[in-house]
């Protein structure tokens, strides 16, 4: 029989010298941040070209003043209802916010542990997290945390600076990995403290594989009603689709529940397939409904592309809607001249 890697099992081991850094026992942060910037950093600082900002939508802009349109001034930015209210069109003036702040409320249950390959769940998490803060923190923004295992750790506040980086990685290494038997994940309480605990308006990457005994649905629109919240969904691609490997082992990390499955049937494994589709779209469906942008890094994937896809998707977005916005106040300037039909 094989034993199905459900559950991260870690040993104490001596590093290898040959192996990835993510992968060797007691990387610390200095080490994996050196990395990252080497090898994933400098890749998109290259591509993006500022389009960095695009990781946080809904910031950049603050509104300054209200003046009177003039006839150079873009229609985009004339205020309708204080022009209604006044007689007279007037125009908002924007000024750019530089100091943003970006909070990362990682998942670090018993279920991201698992990994069918050379990386696991956490080890993707840490990446992201080492990734984004480092790219913002370069520009001037702040990062905070909230970390979640077995229950909402101590709060990591809002700073910037390398410096602040290696100690927000410091503090996701020195999470304890392997099972939580009988802890199953409360994704809803970490929603809940971090509607608690974040105050000004702020980016907010939930990074989780969204695998939770409570339902999170709720308090994430919560809290995409008061911030820019991105889902960041960590997976792995044995959880989608299982091979033919005979009888299997499969042990659930969070509550140590064991079972013994033939993955030779080929009707278990089409049910197993279906069930994992039917939960894609459950997912998929919470993210919308609750507004928010969803994010999907696989441990076979490369992290960089990822984020690339994700920021061109953005961006295309954000075009999208400054269209629309085009278009609605093109049609209302047209219909509010006197004898005219839009």
Not at 55 to 84: C, K, Q, S
Not at 283 to 288: E, H, P
Request: aromatic share 8%; proline share 5%; no cysteine.
């Amino acid at each position: 029989m094989f034993r199905l890697p459900w559950r991260a099992e870690r040993r104490a081991a001596r590093p290898d010298p040959e192996a990835p850094l993510r992968d060797r026992p007691g990387s610390d942060a200095e080490a994996v941040l050196r990395r990252l910037e080497w090898t994933v950093i400098r890749r998109l600082d290259g591509v993006l070209h500022g389009d960095y900002r695009t990781f946080l939508r809904g910031f950049g802009m603050d509104l300054a003043d209200l003046r009177e349109y003039r006839p150079e001034d873009d229609a985009r930015h004339i205020d309708w209802n204080v022009t209604a209210r006044l007689g007279v069109p007037h125009v908002r003036e924007f000024h750019e916010d530089r100091e943003m702040a970006a909070w990362f409320l990682v998942d670090l249950s018993g279920s991201v542990d698992f990994g069918s390959g050379s990386v696991r769940k956490r080890a993707l998490a840490v990446e992201f997290v080492a990734v984004l803060a480092r790219l913002l923190t370069r520009r001037g923004n702040r990062v905070g945390a909230l970390l979640y295992r077995g229950g909402v750790g101590p709060v990591v506040p809002v700073r910037a600076g390398r410096r602040h980086v290696l100690h927000l990685l410091d503090r996701l290494l020195a999470v304890p990995a392997g099972p939580e038997h009988g802890a199953e994940t409360d994704l809803a309480g970490l929603l809940d403290s971090a509607l608690h605990t974040i105050g000004r308006h702020s980016a907010v990457f939930v990074i989780s594989d969204f695998i939770s005994a409570s339902a999170w649905s709720r308090p994430l629109a919560s809290l995409s009603r008061r911030h820019d919240v991105v889902a960041v969904r960590l997976f792995d691609p044995l959880e989608l689709a299982l091979p033919d490997l005979g009888l299997v082992f499969m042990q659930d990390a969070e509550t140590g529940e064991q079972l013994l499955v033939d993955t030779h049937d080929r009707g278990f494994r089409e049910r197993f397939a279906s069930a994992a589709t039917e939960r894609e779209g459950r997912l998929r469906g919470a993210f919308t409904a609750a507004g928010v942008d969803g994010l999907e890094l696989a441990t076979d994937g490369r992290l960089d592309e990822a984020l690339l896809r994700f920021v061109r998707y953005r961006s295309g977005q954000a075009r999208i809607a400054a269209g629309r916005r085009h278009a609605h106040h093109v049609h209302a300037h047209v219909a509010a001249r006197p004898g005219t039909t839009p």
